[in-house]
């Protein structure tokens, strides 16, 4: 299975942007499906977009308009681009395949 670590996380204010990381290797990077995903506390881990083996893309409702998932195939990274971020996005954002392992995820932290 590809391995993946997330970065890019941070404080931010309500409005703000980030861009979020998501680096593999060990598998055919390109042939993958990936999804995002985020935890906030005291919530069940949700799905929030996922890029396709054709770059096709899906979000979840909540996300729509604000967030962009993209690839980087050269560089073995997919990317979600979060603007317009809210205080209710806060959450730890992990990247994953089907059937993957959870890594540590990256921290988003929406506040004034």
């Known amino acids: 299975q590809v391995q993946l670590v997330e970065s890019g996380g941070g404080l931010v204010q309500p409005g703000g942007s980030l861009r979020l990381s998501c680096a593999a290797s060990g598998g055919i990077f390109s042939n993958n499906v990936i999804g995002w995903y985020r935890q906030a506390p005291g919530k069940q881990r949700e799905w929030v977009a996922t890029i396709f083996r054709g770059g096709s893309t899906h979000y979840a409702d909540s996300v729509k308009g604000r967030f962009t998932i993209s690839r980087d195939t050269a560089k073995n990274t997919v990317y979600l681009q979060i603007d317009s971020l809210k205080p209710e996005d806060t959450a730890v954002y992990y990247c994953?395949?089907?059937?993957?392992?959870w890594g540590q995820g990256t921290q988003v932290t929406v506040s004034s």
């Open positions: 994953n395949e089907p059937g993957g392992n």
